[in-house]
Nanobody, 123 residues
Framework: QVQLVESGGGLVQHGGSLRLSCAYSGRTFSSYAMGWFRQAPGKEREFVSAIGWNILRTYYADFVTGRFTISRDNAKNVVYLQMNSLKPEDTAVYYC????????????????WGQGTQVTVSS
């Protein structure tokens, strides 16, 4: 059974850092484009970042550019989201997703989703 499992969330102070991980269980990880989304209470799920099959191609929402970095390790079947300079408005549940459309910012273009990991940034 193919699964995505996020980890690395937690409570951090304004300006702090966290690294989220998303582990993929399956045989075809390298053929998937991966994405990170987030959803804050009362808000819709929004695109954060994505990375293609070619690990050199990355995509970011404007509000995280320069602060977050996405990467992947196809040998370990893991995608990461390094989050620096965190702000209280970054507080949300963060989800990773796998799909076949590289760089997609629309959630409905992703086929597989993890259960999410909570990130809370205190002011």
């Amino acid at each position: 059974q193919v699964q995505l499992v996020e980890s690395g969330g937690g409570l951090v102070q304004h300006g702090g850092s966290l690294r989220l991980s998303c582990a993929y269980s399956g045989r075809t990880f390298s053929s998937y484009a991966m994405g990170w989304f987030r959803q804050a209470p009362g808000k819709e799920r929004e695109f954060v970042s994505a990375i293609g099959w070619n690990i050199l191609r990355t995509y970011y929402a404007d509000f995280v550019t320069g602060r977050f970095t996405i990467s992947r390790d196809n040998a370990k079947n893991v995608v990461y989201l390094q989050m620096n300079s965190l702000k209280p408005e970054d507080t949300a549940v963060y989800y990773c997703a796998a799909g076949v459309v590289e760089g997609a910012a629309l959630a409905n273009l992703y086929e597989l989703w993890g259960q999410g990991t909570q990130v809370t940034v205190s002011s």
